[in-house]
C-alpha cells in the first residue's frame, strides 16, 4: 500500500514537473490565442452572441460576486440583458501570459485588464484546441484591489454580506 502512494506520488510530481516544463507556448500558437482572446473580448465590447459561441459547451464563466458561477448558457441567459443594449462591457488586456501543455490543445492564460466600469482586473482562463479551433472552458475574473486599500475593501464586503444576511433572516 504505501509503495503504491509513493509511486503515485513521484507519477504526479513528474506530471507536475512534465507541465511547468510545457508552460510557455510557442511564439505561433501564443499569437493565436491571444487573437481569439482579443476577439471573444471584442464580441462584448460589441455586444455580438458570437461571444458565447467561443465558450464552449460545458465551459464555466466565474465572475467578480460570489454568486456569478455559470455554465455557458446560464451565463448566456443572464448576460442577455447586457448584450439587447448594444454593449456589454469592455475589457482591454494591457498583458497576457499564454501557456499550453506540450500537445498544444490544453491552452491556459492569466491577464490584466483596463475596464472602464471596474478599473483594473485580472482574469485566467483555460481554452481548449479542437479541430473546429479554440473554445473556452473555464475563464475567471476579478478585480484588481490595490494591498494598500484591501482592508477598506473587505470592510466593505464584509457589511454587504452582513446587510444581505440579515435581510434573508428576516424573511
Known amino acids: 500500500m504505501l509503495k503504491s502512494l509513493i509511486l503515485a506520488g513521484a507519477l504526479l510530481a513528474a506530471n507536475l514537473t512534465q507541465a511547468v516544463q510545457a508552460a510557455n507556448a510557442s511564439p505561433a500558437l501564443a499569437k493565436q490565442v491571444n487573437a481569439f482572446v482579443d476577439a471573444w473580448h471584442d464580441d462584448a465590447a460589441h455586444a455580438r452572441m ?12 466565474i465572475g467578480t460576486d460570489r454568486g456569478e458561477l455559470w455554465q455557458r448558457d446560464a451565463f448566456k441567459e443572464w448576460a442577455r440583458k447586457f448584450f439587447e443594449r448594444g454593449s456589454a ?42 479541430a473546429t ?29 452582513q446587510k444581505a444576511a440579515e435581510g434573508k433572516a428576516a424573511k
Open 50 to 61: 458570437a461571444y458565447f459561441d467561443k465558450i464552449a459547451p460545458d465551459g464555466v464563466y
Open 89 to 130: 462591457w469592455r475589457f482591454h488586456a494591457t498583458r497576457r501570459n499564454v501557456y499550453a501543455a506540450d500537445d498544444g490543445k490544453t491552452i491556459w492564460f492569466d491577464e490584466l485588464l483596463d475596464t472602464p466600469n471596474m478599473g483594473h482586473c485580472m482574469a485566467s482562463g483555460v481554452i481548449r484546441k479542437t
Open 133 to 161: 479551433g479554440f473554445e473556452i472552458v473555464h475563464y475567471q475574473l476579478s478585480m484588481a484591489v490595490p494591498n494598500e486599500v484591501a482592508g477598506q475593501v473587505t470592510s466593505l464586503v464584509k457589511a454587504a454580506e
